[in-house]
């Protein structure tokens, strides 16, 4: 409450709300903690560059931090292709301002390994996928709260011991 200026009865009430939708768990004698089971729902399909420059009317800022064609099991299984198929794997962070908001990380089947640095510096990865004729509408999204890995801690500036919230989506 102190470090956010809120009074305690906000607080209070906004962990109660956050207990009843199930994503904090109260125990008596061991504290409030964060529950572990993961939240699945259904979404309309946006980037976070366009939900941003919706919001604000300007575009955010993203910096590629990788941007290379590798193999990855777990990506390329996910995507229903052989595990030694090469993919563009990108990792962006994203800023609005001075505010860094996210690390994206993102796995690209062969079809689009053409899309460059510099577009994904000036465009949303959507916009660019339906441009090469993708229609990305909906996916499924599964979203926790982990700790944060050490290349995340830097990039966000968190401290291991705040978490990360994690947004997972295959389209």
């Known amino acids: 409450a102190d ?3 809120l009074s305690r009865p906000t607080v209070r009430r ?21 529950a572990r089971r993961q939240v699945h729902r259904r979404a309309e399909l946006t980037s976070l560059y366009d939900d941003l420059l919706r919001e ?3 575009a955010p800022s993203t910096t590629v931090l990788i941007h290379d064609i590798v193999t990855d099991d777990v990506a390329a299984s996910a995507m229903g292709l052989p595990v030694d ?15 860094v ?12 390994s053409d899309i460059t640095r510099a577009e994904l510096e000036g465009d949303g990865l959507y916009s660019l996928l339906r441009v090469r004729g993708a229609k ?3 996916a499924p999204q599964r979203i926790r709260a982990r700790p ?3 290349s995340e801690r830097r990039h966000l500036g968190l401290t291991p011991s705040q978490p990360a919230l ?3 989506r295959p389209a």
């Open 166 to 168: 994690t947004m997972t």
């Open 148 to 150: 944060p890995a050490a």
């Open 101 to 112: 908001l996210a690390v994206l990380q993102n796995w690209l089947p062969p079809a689009y």
């Open 136 to 138: 990305p509408v909906v």
């Open 3 to 5: 470090r956010l200026g």
């Open 56 to 58: 604000n009317g300007s």
């Open 85 to 99: 198929t090469l993919l563009l794997h990108i990792v962006r962070l994203r800023t609005t301002g001075d505010i």
């Open 14 to 34: 906004a962990i109660q709300e956050l207990v009843s939708q199930g994503l904090l768990l109260r125990r008596r004698g061991l504290g409030t903690t964060v």
